[in-house]
């Protein structure tokens, strides 16, 4: 099958799938990700970890939480060691069955501190994806090194959102956010968001502002400082599946 025809196959399968308004910069996108060559472009195909990041790659790691089984397969074949934890029910909207502890070692270098991080397996994806293409290489280009750990604040907490008594519950009750606070380079510095997203010193803020960014093209939501007081100091991060239309935050 030629390039053209293959292009024009393409085109006609995803415009069966578009809703109206921003077809058009959708079916030109799937043609360049065709004609390119670039699989994660395209939002019918496997993910892998080991492509680039592309228009859906954001996408297929939120729905991996639909399948535990494809999802440990993804990290499985990528080589990412983890621990699979036995699932939790805390009644109302609280628990999990999909969760891993993420654990050094083979193409990871970072740990995670505290280490005892659960989290529910398509944030762990995430976050394998955002190691390796976004904190490593922002640490390398704006610090000369690499970051050896990320500070966190926890994953699974079963609460409502911002800890209130009524309304929606947060991502957190099911281990699908995680709350990141800082780094830890391989020299000992330390850059944290608390102190260094509105901070004196341009070069720790722009990196953390380049993560936050790399972050939005693989979570679906994220929110910074740049949010509210309440993201003040840390990150968050989380990978609510929201089904067909897909929406995104990052603030």
Same mark, same amino acid.
């Given at each position: 099958?030629?390039?053209?025809?293959?292009?024009?196959?393409?085109?006609?399968?995803?415009?069966?799938?578009?809703?109206?308004?921003?077809?058009?910069?959708? #079916?030109?996108?799937?043609?360049?990700?065709?004609?390119?060559?670039?699989?994660?472009?395209?939002?019918?195909?496997?993910?892998?970890?080991?492509?680039?990041?592309?228009?859906?790659? *954001?996408?297929?790691?939120?729905?991996?939480?639909?399948?535990?089984?494809?999802?440990?397969? #993804?990290?499985?074949?990528?080589?990412?060691?983890?621990?699979?934890?036995?699932?939790?029910?805390?009644?109302?909207?609280?628990?999990?069955?999909?969760?891993?502890?993420?654990?050094? *070692?083979?193409?990871?270098?970072?740990?995670?501190?505290?280490?005892?991080?659960?989290? &529910?397996?398509? %944030? &762990?994806?995430?976050?394998?994806?955002?190691?390796?293409?976004?904190?490593?290489?922002?640490?390398?280009?704006?610090?000369?090194?690499?970051?050896?750990?990320?500070?966190?604040?926890?994953?699974?907490?079963?609460?409502?959102?911002? *800890?209130?008594?009524?309304?929606?519950?947060?991502?957190?009750?099911?281990?699908?956010? %995680?709350?990141?606070?800082?780094?830890?380079? &391989?020299?000992?510095?330390?850059?944290?968001?608390?102190?260094?997203?509105?901070?004196?010193?341009?070069?720790?803020?722009?990196?953390?502002?380049?993560?936050?960014?790399?972050?939005?093209? #693989?979570?679906?939501?994220?929110?910074?400082?740049?949010?509210?007081?309440?993201?003040?100091?840390?990150?968050?991060?989380?990978?609510?599946?929201? *089904?067909?239309?897909?929406?995104?935050?990052?603030?």
């Amino acid at each position: 099958m030629s390039i053209g025809a293959g292009v024009i196959r393409v085109v006609r399968r995803v415009a069966r799938m578009l809703v109206i308004g921003g077809g058009a910069a959708l #079916l030109a996108l799937v043609a360049w990700g065709v004609m390119r060559g670039r699989p994660q472009d395209l939002p019918w195909t496997p993910l892998d970890l080991s492509q680039p990041i592309g228009a859906f790659t *954001g996408r297929k790691l939120a729905a991996l939480g639909d399948d535990f089984g494809t999802c440990r397969a #993804l990290l499985d074949r990528s080589g990412v060691r983890y621990t699979a934890l036995p699932p939790r029910d805390d009644g109302a909207r609280c628990g999990y069955r999909d969760a891993v502890r993420l654990r050094s *070692g083979g193409p990871r270098t970072i740990g995670y501190s505290p280490a005892s991080l659960g989290v &529910a397996c398509p %944030v &762990a994806a995430a976050l394998v994806k955002w190691e390796w293409d976004v904190v490593q290489p922002a640490a390398e280009r704006h610090f000369g090194t690499h970051v050896a750990d990320i500070e966190h604040f926890g994953s699974y907490s079963c609460r409502r959102i911002y *800890g209130r008594d009524a309304g929606s519950w947060s991502e957190h009750a099911t281990a699908d956010a %995680v709350d990141i606070a800082g780094f830890r380079l &391989a020299d000992g510095r330390r850059v944290t968001v608390v102190r260094d997203w509105f901070g004196d010193a341009a070069q720790d803020a722009a990196f953390l502002h380049d993560v936050r960014d790399g972050a939005c093209r #693989l979570f679906a939501t994220v929110l910074s400082p740049d949010y509210n007081a309440a993201h003040r100091d840390h990150l968050h991060l989380d990978q609510a599946n929201r *089904g067909a239309t897909g929406w995104r935050a990052c603030r």
